[in-house]
């Protein structure tokens, strides 16, 4: 019904229709320019000297001159999440004509992101290591037209403030034993995102051990003051699957065929970056319709931070 009313919306106008044929419609003189944000996300990490932004200006019939970059900083302490004034960062001349790519890329560092910037009154830290685990800059595009025109453009940059612990992490030893049996994986050499939740919360995100859990997640603490020992698995996002989340601390004696011992521990590394996460963390299932089923899912991993 209502493509049939708008078909006769359409045939009641007194214009003449305007048919494209296929290599017509897919010409860049039909398109409005935009930006194609190829950072979409930047980890910001203290002691980082500088970050790689990225992306490019894609030219349609109205061709952009330049394009500024604004930042608005987000703080992660307060709790309502304050914001600070909205400054320019950058500018970048655009010379891509109808129908070409521009790719800009550029080099921020912190003196970069914080200039200019007022966050309830005060300038941001003078000393990054003092920035919340949790905020957060966020980039948003404003293009100037070859008439003179600006307008805000789609699309941004988030720059996120990660623990020195967050990152991507390879898996260097793994296994995964069912009721005993096993192992029965093995995800040596996968990648692992490791995200900071805040100061000591730390997210462990789409895998169970080596089962894709994309969208979920679970956390784990990460205690400072006794070595570096590690509380997992938190459940935040649902029980992947089973009865109940096991762990070595109060489940100890249902961990038979993975390590407790010198296990649940960051050992960490400032020299290279290369921190090792070594975790342990399981599910029991009870009550199945099938009793076979019934026991102990254990997981078992160490994990080494990738450093560029």
């Known amino acids: 019904m209502m493509v049939l009313i708008a078909s006769i919306g359409v045939s009641c106008t007194d214009e003449d229709l305007v048919e494209y044929t296929q290599q017509e419609s897919i010409t860049m003189d039909n398109t409005v320019s935009y930006i194609q944000v190829v950072t979409p ?87 990054e290591v003092d920035l919340a685990i949790g905020a957060s800059w966020s980039l ?79 956390h784990f603490d990460v205690d400072y003051d006794n070595d570096n020992e590690i509380t997992v698995p938190i459940i935040v996002d649902g029980l992947f699957s089973g009865s109940y989340a096991l762990n070595c601390t109060d489940d100890g004696a249902d961990f038979v065929s993975v390590p407790c011992e010198d296990q649940n521990v960051v050992i960490a590394d400032d020299v290279t970056g290369k921190h090792i996460i070594k975790l342990t963390y399981g599910y029991m299932t009870e009550g199945s319709a099938d009793p076979v089923n019934d026991g102990a899912r254990e997981f078992y991993e160490i994990m080494e931070k990738i450093v560029d």
């Open 41 to 127: 996300v930047v980890a910001f990490q203290a002691g980082t000297e500088k970050y790689d932004i990225s992306f490019n200006s894609i030219a349609g019939y109205n061709e952009i001159s330049k394009i500024d970059v604004y930042k608005t900083f987000t703080d992660a302490v307060s709790a309502t999440g304050l914001q600070t004034n909205e400054v320019l960062l950058k500018s970048y001349d655009v010379t891509a004509t109808t129908g070409t790519r521009q790719v800009i890329t550029d080099e921020i560092t912190y003196a970069d992101l914080r200039e200019g910037l007022v966050l309830d009154g005060g300038a941001l830290p003078a000393d």
């Open 140 to 218: 948003r595009f404003e293009a100037t037209y070859s008439d003179g025109t600006t307008a805000p453009v789609s699309g941004g940059i988030t720059v996120g403030v990660l623990h020195r612990f967050a990152g991507l992490y390879r898996v260097i030893e793994s296994s995964y034993y069912r009721i005993g049996v096993g192992p029965n994986a093995d995800w040596s050499g996968e990648t692992r995102f490791i995200g900071s939740v805040d100061e000591n919360t730390f997210s462990h995100p789409d895998f169970w051990g080596n089962f894709a859990w994309a969208g979920s997640e679970f």
